[in-house]
Every structure is written in C-alpha cells, then in structure tokens.
C-alpha cells in the first residue's frame, strides 16, 4: 500500500497556507486566529503572504507540489478572490504537478455558490467542510455559528459546484453530548456521502474560553470519549471507511495527501502566521501574530519563532509517533534499514501489548488495534523509552 506518490526526479513537496481569520472564536479553538477582517488587514495579509511565497520559491527547485492546502482560520471566510490569488501565485513560483491535490477548508455560514464556482474554476478539487456535530443548541453551546440545516445545504453546494473529494470535520465529547447523539450524527452525516471524515474528541486547551470556564460544561468523560470513539469506529467502518489514521477515515482510497506527509515524515512548506514547515532537514515555525508577520515580511525582519535541526535519533522517534497514528504502522526492516537501530526492544513492547489487544501484526508490519489508539500516547511513549536504550547498527560496525 504506498501512501505517498514518489515523482521518480523530483522530491514531493506538501504547501500549506494559514488563513487567519474567522468570524468569530469557536470556545475550544487554540488554532491561530483573528476576528476582525477589515481591508486593510486582509490586503496586509494577502501581499505578506504572496511575498512569502515569491521568496520561497526559488529555494525548492527539486520539489514538485503534490498537495496544497488552505487551512485556518476559516479559509471560506477570508473570500475566493484571496484565495485564488495565493494560489496563482504558488503555481507561479512552485512546480506544481497536474494532479495536485488542492484542499480548502470551509464553514457552513461562509460557503456561496459564487465562492465554490470561483474556487473550483481555479483548480482547487477538495473541501473540508467543517460541521461538528446535528445539534443546533451544542454547536451554539461551543461557539459555532451555524446550525446543522446550514451545513447540510453548504455540504450540497459544494457538491453542485463540482467537487468529488469532500470531507467533514466531527467532534464528540462535547458538552451535553450522549453517545446516541453522538451515533446520530454520525448517521446524519454519512447520508451525505462525504468521501472523507475526521473525527476530533474534544480537547481542553488552555487558553482557551472553555478550558477557563470548563466547570459550567457538562464535559464528556474520558471513558464516555472512548465508547463515542470505538463507536465511530464501528459505524465508519460499516459504512466502507477505511481508518488510516486515530481521527481520520476515507472511502475509496480518498485519504488527505496532505495530512499523510505529516504522518509519514513527508516535506512540506507553510506560508502565513503559525504555519510549521519541515523542509530539507529543519523544521520551523512562522511566529503566531499577523502585525509581526506582515511587517518582518515588508521589512526583510524575523518571522520564524522555531527553527530545529532535526538529529536523527529524534527523527527515528519521531518515526514511531507518527507512523503508529496510521494504520500503516511500523515494520522492522523499514526501521532498521532507516535508522540502524534495533528494533528488538521495540518488539517486546509491540508483543507485551499484542496480548491485551492493543496492537497486531498485519503483513510484517506493526500497528495499533481501536483500543490501542485509545491509549496511543502511552505506548508510543513505552515504544520512545525503548528506543532510547537500543543499540545502534552504525556504532557496531
Ligand atoms: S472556525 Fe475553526 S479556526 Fe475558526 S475559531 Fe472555529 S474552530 Fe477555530
């Protein structure tokens, strides 16, 4: 099963481009985002981050684009026009293949007809239509603003304007949600036909209005998250979704491309205020404050908060995090080969927890069963302290 497209001459190359604003702050939300779009800041933004791009883009002459993705934010909301704009601009300055996965997120209350045409004209062929759950009084409850009759109609625009790769966001766990509210709109949701959906318990961040104010929500359990988990899995996985990640789950091979090359230590490039890159071995991290962008942008000043060299046992680490998030899993000759590092270390812990259910062995390669993603954070870990002790093939020789 490949999961990533290797171009035989050139490397692949993810694009991702932050859209920070919204029109209005979801009570959950940690994602970089402002509320006030006036035109000033809107015309600041969209000239920082075309330069941005004008300036990177020279830098990856050995890269073809394989995936873009606008995320946010709420990327409708910022409008088509800035949207197609960026996106001419990318083409200009990146070789991006004909195929290229083209995503942009969406929220029910910003999708038109006019938008989606304009959109879909310009090439962008996937949408990821943020919907969250069927109950109007909860999605009012965390923030959102809109209702479910209002996703429902945006899911059907898009469909009308031409796009055959959608998916929706969901979350359970959220306050006043039963495990049978949970499975409706589930059920509500599938009658869609989305060929892709991810599905995000919800996480208290601090910061945010509801982890501050988190006594006067009725918030779900952790055991009650679990039951709404495993049921997800099992209702996606009747209906022909196929999980590939903890949270996400696709129907005819529609798995995000984009999302893979986080998973499966792909290189990708981010434009825009608190977008992350991981490019020619360093990984960095625009700063998270528009002003600061925009003019380090103008200026020729800093923009980047985080800039890391990756050492390659930290890589080899980082290998057993994201890898167990997919089903792809892990494998022994792949890690060796890799990193030469033994792998036994890791496969007694891989057996250890093979008797309680929480990984399999599937065609010579290691992964985590439903209930062991439930607890992927511990065994990932135990995978990690393993790691650390074992020895290295390179210092043998
Ligand atoms: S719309 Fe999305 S990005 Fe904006 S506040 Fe809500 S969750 Fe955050």
Request: net charge negative; hydrophobic share 35%.
């Amino acid at each position: 099963m490949a999961f990533l497209t290797i171009n035989k001459n050139k490397t692949p190359l993810g694009i991702y481009v932050h859209v920070p604003f919204c029109k209005s702050k979801c009570q959950y939300c940690d994602f970089y985002s402002r509320c006030n779009l006036d035109e000033r800041t809107r015309d600041g933004y969209l000239k920082a981050v075309c330069d941005h791009i004008r300036e990177a883009g020279p830098l990856a002459p050995g890269y073809r684009v394989d995936s873009i993705y606008f995320g946010g934010g709420t990327p409708s909301y910022f409008g088509a026009e800035g949207l197609a704009t960026i996106l001419t601009d990318i083409r200009r300055c990146f070789d991006v293949a004909g195929d290229a996965e083209i995503t942009f997120e969406a929220n029910p209350d910003s999708v038109s007809d006019a938008l989606l045409k304009r959109l879909r004209a310009e090439g962008f062929n996937r949408v990821s239509l943020g919907i969250q759950c069927d109950d109007d009084e909860i999605l009012q409850r965390i923030g959102r603003v809109h209702t479910f009759a209002q996703a429902v109609d945006a899911f059907q625009r898009i469909r009308q304007a031409g796009f055959k790769n959608v998916s929706v966001d969901l979350m359970y766990g959220l306050p006043g949600q039963s495990l049978v509210m949970w499975q409706d709109t589930l059920e509500n949701v599938l009658r869609l036909r989305p060929e892709h959906v991810s599905c995000y318990g919800l996480t208290l961040y601090p910061g945010t209005p509801m982890y501050e104010k988190q006594d006067q929500y009725a918030i779900a359990s952790d055991d009650a998250q679990a039951d709404m988990y495993l049921s997800a899995v099992d209702i996606l996985q009747r209906n022909g979704y196929h999980q590939y990640e903890i949270s996400n789950f696709a129907k005819g091979g529609k798995r995000s491309k984009h999302n893979l090359k986080y998973w499966m230590g792909g290189e990708y490039l981010g434009f825009g205020p608190s977008a992350a890159s991981d490019f020619a071995g360093k990984r960095f991290k625009v700063v998270s404050h528009l002003n600061t962008y925009i003019r380090g942008i103008a200026e020729g000043g800093q923009i980047l908060e985080e800039v890391e060299e990756i050492p390659f046992r930290e890589r080899a680490g980082e290998y057993l995090m994201l890898r167990m998030r997919t089903t792809y899993g892990i494998s022994k000759e792949e890690y060796e080969k890799k990193y030469l590092l033994d792998f036994a270390p890791l496969q007694q812990v891989l057996e250890q927890n093979q008797r309680y259910g929480l990984t399999r062995f599937v065609n010579d390669r290691w992964q985590l069963t439903p209930e062991g993603f439930l607890v992927s954070n511990r065994i990932i870990e135990d995978l990690q302290l393993a790691q650390e002790g074992s020895e290295s093939f390179a210092r043998r020789r």
